[in-house]
């Protein structure tokens, strides 16, 4: 497992990032992923009557949607205690199967990293 202190600045960042919108928005995950210029895209989870999302799955979306090709990270924020398939299937059709994606607890401190594939 990954120790927090133990993190790239970039991977701390798209934490820090997922963690804040996490708070901001007052839902029960936060995202973000880099892509393959550095961008970063940050989201929330969605829970609309017509649409649900989590986290990840909509900022994989956004990055899609804003042109990216490849991500470089991904990271989400939650109480959940594992990364769902269909989040790593999100990070994995954009990134590929070696993409990290980060789990972080709501307090910032990293549970572990795992591959999308």
Sequence with gaps: MTQST???PEDRKIITLARSTRA?????EGAAVRDETGR?????????????????????????ASGATSLEAAAVVTEADAVSDEDRAAVRDL??????????????SVRGTVKAG
Excluded at 54 to 64: F, G, K, N, Y
Excluded at 99 to 105: D, E, M, N, R
């Design 95 to 108: 990134g590929g199967p070696a993409t990290p994606v980060l789990l972080a607890a709501p307090d910032g």
């Design 6 to 8: 133990d993190l790239d």
């Design 40 to 64: 970063t895209y940050v989201a929330g989870s969605v829970d609309l009557d017509s649409l649900k999302l989590s986290a990840l799955r909509t900022a994989v979306a956004m990055a899609v």
């Design 24 to 28: 901001r928005n007052g839902v029960p």
